[in-house]
């Protein structure tokens, strides 16, 4: 009897020491059926993580990861390799261990329990021919929070993008892909099948289980749906990382979010960069921007971390939705970026604008014109090497539609008049070059404004104004957009009509124009 008691003790205690661990191989998948033959050679340097610890593979393509519950292990996809899509083209290059499966009382399904390790965790790569000069497109903020509105999103944004992703290689969703409904997230990934392209995406505040009593467990809809919230991959010359910057409750009241990270994705950060070839550009993705004006939206720490962890790369981009503005944001010393040049990070403009908001357009689709007079859209990345440019793309617009002027329709002659003529440039940021001319003349500097666009705050107070509601939802209120230049008009115009030009030059060395006309009429003065 005293046998028989000690032996399941002496059992248990054992395994309570050990660490858990999972190995496997990273091979080639010659015939892509994702299982590994006699024939089919291990790949010998890939990375491989567990969200938090990374390691390279050995001659024969293994590795070997300590893991614990809750915990997915990922390959790092390399340059020049891909791996299988499911039919939603979402890559498959994890495996979730998750053995008794997510909580079973959150409101939204998580992942059902996966049972024991497999004896061998294998990842299945492909050889595809990768270019170091590829583009790539990138999505804010979907956003829908109902079926009509994520049948907005496939209108506007996914019909329009089949037909104007052109050399697009792959695309990234900045997060917010749903809003709140979590029963909305296979929707959306039907949606986006329709795009055609393998598809990224990071996690937003409104994709998470508000259920979630502690950081880790909020993101287990999003997982079961689209995989780890935290991982990276290679294309061509260019290291991507994806990462979850939410903290969800805010462990500083347990209330709400904050922007920041938990300790091991710092570690998978560090880690993760450690391997990198300090030759390849870092393009680092999520969601809430690294607001270093204002530690109530993210953590200076974290931040901090972060920049530590990419100082030593020369080239490096980061990008971030969830503002619902567009701006371009420069780290330099005094946010404690320690880099050869300044930190850019594209704080992006999203696909439903502002929040599918504002009167119908043509198609019937809501004009949705962000706070800072930005329109809806979305952005391509063009890549060169380690080298980026970046583009934005207005929805239902050209392609050169690049700026909107702001020009009165008619102004008194022969008095000087306080009218201006703006020009948001939506790309735009303080350094750019913006200038203008009136009847073919002298081309002029114009002025870097921060304030608030008036062909949007038109648009908004028209809802004020009217005596007959409109369908659809009033629009946010207008708020200071970061990429509005003004110029006057002089007092030397004739009666008639004129045309005003402006030309702008952004930070890539593109150039984009607009031009508007008006009209100088006789004053009429009160008698």
């Given at each position: 009897m005293k046998f028989k008691l000690i032996i399941p003790s002496l059992v248990i205690s054992a395994m309570a020491f050990s660490q858990a661990s999972v190995s496997g191989y990273v091979f080639e998948d010659i015939n892509k059926n994702q299982k590994k033959e006699k024939r089919e050679k291990g790949i010998e340097n890939v990375a491989v993580s567990n969200g938090a610890q990374v390691v390279l593979t050995d001659k024969n393509g293994r590795y070997s990861l300590p893991i614990t519950e809750g915990q997915t292990v990922f390959v790092i996809k390399p340059s020049g390799y891909m791996v299988a899509l499911n039919q939603n083209n979402l890559p498959q290059y994890y495996y979730q261990y998750k053995p008794k499966g997510s909580p079973a009382d959150f409101k939204y399904k998580g992942t059902a329990p996966t049972g024991e390790l497999p004896k061998e965790l294998n990842f299945a790569l492909h050889k595809q021919n990768e270019s170091k000069n590829f583009d790539i497109?990138?999505?804010?903020?979907?956003?829908?929070?109902?079926?009509?509105?994520?049948?907005?999103?496939?209108?506007?944004?996914?019909?329009?993008?089949?037909?104007?992703?052109?050399?697009?290689?792959?695309?990234?969703?900045?997060?917010?892909?749903?809003?709140?409904?979590?029963?909305?997230?296979?929707?959306?990934?039907?949606?986006?099948?329709?795009?055609?392209?393998?598809?990224?995406?990071?996690?937003?505040?409104?994709?998470?289980?508000?259920?979630?009593?502690?950081?880790?467990?909020?993101?287990?809809?999003?997982?079961?749906?689209?995989?780890?919230?935290?991982?990276?991959?290679?294309?061509?010359?260019?290291?991507?990382?994806?990462l979850d910057d939410i903290l969800y409750p805010d462990p500083r009241d347990g209330k709400g979010y904050w922007g920041g990270f938990r300790e091991d994705q710092i570690q998978f950060i560090e880690n993760d960069l450690k391997l990198v070839d300090k030759n390849k550009l870092i393009v680092v993705s999520f969601h809430i921007p690294l607001d270093h004006n204002n530690e109530d939206n993210f953590r200076n720490a974290d931040r901090q971390k972060l920049f530590d962890a990419l100082s030593p790369f020369e080239n490096a981009l980061m990008l971030s939705a969830h503002t619902h503005i567009q701006q371009q944001i420069f780290y330099g010393k005094a946010q404690g970026w320690e880099g050869t040049k300044d930190l850019h990070e594209y704080n992006v403009g999203t696909t439903c604008g502002d929040w599918w908001s504002g009167t119908s357009d043509e198609i019937g689709l809501p004009t949705s014109t962000m706070r800072d007079g930005t329109a809806k859209g979305y952005s391509f990345i063009s890549f060169n090497d380690n080298q980026y440019k970046v583009k934005y793309k207005t929805a239902g617009k050209p392609e050169d539609y690049q700026i909107q002027l702001y020009v009165p329709k008619v102004i008194p002659h022969p008095s000087k008049t306080s009218a201006k003529i703006l020009a948001n440039f939506f790309m735009g940021n303080k350094k750019d070059k913006v200038q203008y001319r009136i009847d073919g003349g002298k081309w002029e500097e114009m002025e870097y404004n921060e304030t608030i666009d008036p062909n949007f705050a038109n648009s908004v107070f028209k809802w004020d104004a009217t005596d007959k509601i409109f369908p659809g939802r009033r629009p946010s209120n207008p708020e200071q957009s970061k990429h509005i230049w003004t110029g006057g008009f002089g007092n030397k115009l004739t009666l008639g009509k004129h045309k005003v030009e402006v030309k702008a030059?952004?930070?890539?060395?593109?150039?984009?124009?607009?031009?508007?006309?008006?009209?100088?009429?006789?004053?009429?003065?009160?008698?």
């Amino acid at each position: 009897m005293k046998f028989k008691l000690i032996i399941p003790s002496l059992v248990i205690s054992a395994m309570a020491f050990s660490q858990a661990s999972v190995s496997g191989y990273v091979f080639e998948d010659i015939n892509k059926n994702q299982k590994k033959e006699k024939r089919e050679k291990g790949i010998e340097n890939v990375a491989v993580s567990n969200g938090a610890q990374v390691v390279l593979t050995d001659k024969n393509g293994r590795y070997s990861l300590p893991i614990t519950e809750g915990q997915t292990v990922f390959v790092i996809k390399p340059s020049g390799y891909m791996v299988a899509l499911n039919q939603n083209n979402l890559p498959q290059y994890y495996y979730q261990y998750k053995p008794k499966g997510s909580p079973a009382d959150f409101k939204y399904k998580g992942t059902a329990p996966t049972g024991e390790l497999p004896k061998e965790l294998n990842f299945a790569l492909h050889k595809q021919n990768e270019s170091k000069n590829f583009d790539i497109l990138v999505f804010g903020d979907p956003q829908p929070y109902t079926e009509k509105q994520l049948d907005y999103f496939k209108r506007a944004i996914v019909n329009e993008v089949k037909s104007t992703k052109k050399n697009a290689v792959f695309g990234i969703s900045l997060g917010d892909l749903v809003g709140d409904d979590l029963s909305l997230q296979k929707p959306y990934a039907d949606v986006m099948k329709e795009v055609g392209l393998p598809w990224y995406n990071v996690m937003g505040n409104h994709d998470m289980n508000y259920d979630a009593k502690e950081d880790q467990l909020s993101d287990e809809t999003f997982e079961a749906n689209f995989g780890p919230a935290n991982y990276s991959f290679n294309y061509g010359n260019v290291h991507f990382i994806v990462l979850d910057d939410i903290l969800y409750p805010d462990p500083r009241d347990g209330k709400g979010y904050w922007g920041g990270f938990r300790e091991d994705q710092i570690q998978f950060i560090e880690n993760d960069l450690k391997l990198v070839d300090k030759n390849k550009l870092i393009v680092v993705s999520f969601h809430i921007p690294l607001d270093h004006n204002n530690e109530d939206n993210f953590r200076n720490a974290d931040r901090q971390k972060l920049f530590d962890a990419l100082s030593p790369f020369e080239n490096a981009l980061m990008l971030s939705a969830h503002t619902h503005i567009q701006q371009q944001i420069f780290y330099g010393k005094a946010q404690g970026w320690e880099g050869t040049k300044d930190l850019h990070e594209y704080n992006v403009g999203t696909t439903c604008g502002d929040w599918w908001s504002g009167t119908s357009d043509e198609i019937g689709l809501p004009t949705s014109t962000m706070r800072d007079g930005t329109a809806k859209g979305y952005s391509f990345i063009s890549f060169n090497d380690n080298q980026y440019k970046v583009k934005y793309k207005t929805a239902g617009k050209p392609e050169d539609y690049q700026i909107q002027l702001y020009v009165p329709k008619v102004i008194p002659h022969p008095s000087k008049t306080s009218a201006k003529i703006l020009a948001n440039f939506f790309m735009g940021n303080k350094k750019d070059k913006v200038q203008y001319r009136i009847d073919g003349g002298k081309w002029e500097e114009m002025e870097y404004n921060e304030t608030i666009d008036p062909n949007f705050a038109n648009s908004v107070f028209k809802w004020d104004a009217t005596d007959k509601i409109f369908p659809g939802r009033r629009p946010s209120n207008p708020e200071q957009s970061k990429h509005i230049w003004t110029g006057g008009f002089g007092n030397k115009l004739t009666l008639g009509k004129h045309k005003v030009e402006v030309k702008a030059l952004d930070m890539y060395g593109n150039e984009f124009s607009a031009s508007e006309e008006f009209e100088v009429q006789n004053s009429i003065l009160i008698p």
